[in-house]
């Protein structure tokens, strides 16, 4: 879901460098604690697809996992992990569905009474948990309805491939934990100074190598009775100076080598 801090719709509509609208989805959140109630350190997991129109997602554009001061880059546009919240709505179970048709699953939050439809007429409905099922660890149940049949079953969270080897259907289920929904908060920036803050930053690193890595040279020269005195000086390098100063003696066609103070 996008939605504003105060819970109202999110209804600014993303938009690239070329004019493309996007969406960007949160598909996992995961607190890190040093114990209960102690945040250390939390990430999302986001993906951004084409916006079709109507909240419709197209295809998948780019998808990163961001933590505070990793952002992800998009169209223009950087996200900033900012905050996260625990929702009022309870924990959610993380399942993950296996087509065994097509080879490919994807992972659903879902809360205790909810419905996942998984194909036409096909659907399941998560209705408990057990914390240890007979000695194998958290589980959660499951009832099937396919038209007007019903049947349940538990999956386990230490077998993940249990009900995809031992029940004959065409997806697989699999529990992975059961976690508190939360939602995360993102920072969005579009920041069109930083070609200049580079080019800056350039300009400076180049000013301080001509200051520090060149000399700073000055030659006199004076007529006086039909006669040319040249002088000069340098901040460093002196003996480069000195091979640049026979140099200008020479193409002068001076009579007499300079003296030097």
Not at 39 to 54: H, M, R
Not at 76 to 86: I, W
Not at 100 to 115: C, D, P, R
Not at 195 to 205: I, K
């Amino acid at each position: 879901m996008q939605r504003n801090a105060d819970g109202t719709q999110f209804r600014h509509r993303l938009v690239d460098q070329d004019g493309k609208h996007f969406i960007v989805q949160c598909t996992d959140f995961r607190l890190k604690e040093f114990e209960p109630g102690r945040p250390k350190a939390f990430e999302s997991d986001l993906v951004a697809y084409e916006d079709i129109g109507n909240n419709e997602m197209g295809k998948e554009l780019t998808r990163a996992t961001i933590t505070v001061n990793h952002p992800m880059h998009w169209g223009g546009l950087t996200f900033y992990q900012a905050s996260y919240s625990q929702m009022d709505q309870g924990s959610r179970a993380k399942i993950s569905i296996f087509d065994k048709l097509t080879g490919k699953s994807h992972e659903v939050m879902v809360a205790s009474g909810e419905t996942v439809t998984a194909a036409e007429g096909l659907a399941y409905e998560f209705v408990g948990y057990d914390p240890d099922f007979g000695g194998m660890g958290p589980a959660v149940q499951v009832l099937r309805t396919q038209d007007k049949d019903q049947s349940s079953f538990w999956v386990f969270s230490k077998n993940k491939e249990f009900d995809r080897r031992n029940r004959e259907d065409r997806f697989g289920l699999s529990f992975d934990r059961l976690a508190p929904l939360y939602a995360t908060g993102l920072q969005i920036a579009r920041d069109p100074s930083v070609p200049m803050v580079y080019t800056g930053g350039f300009l400076l690193f180049f000013g301080i190598g001509i200051a520090f890595y060149t000399s700073h040279k000055r030659v006199w020269a004076q007529v006086r009775d039909g006669k040319l005195a040249l002088g000069g000086a340098s901040h460093r390098n002196a003996e480069g100076f000195s091979a640049e100063f026979d140099k200008l003696v020479q193409e002068l066609n001076l009579p007499a080598r300079p003296v030097r103070t």
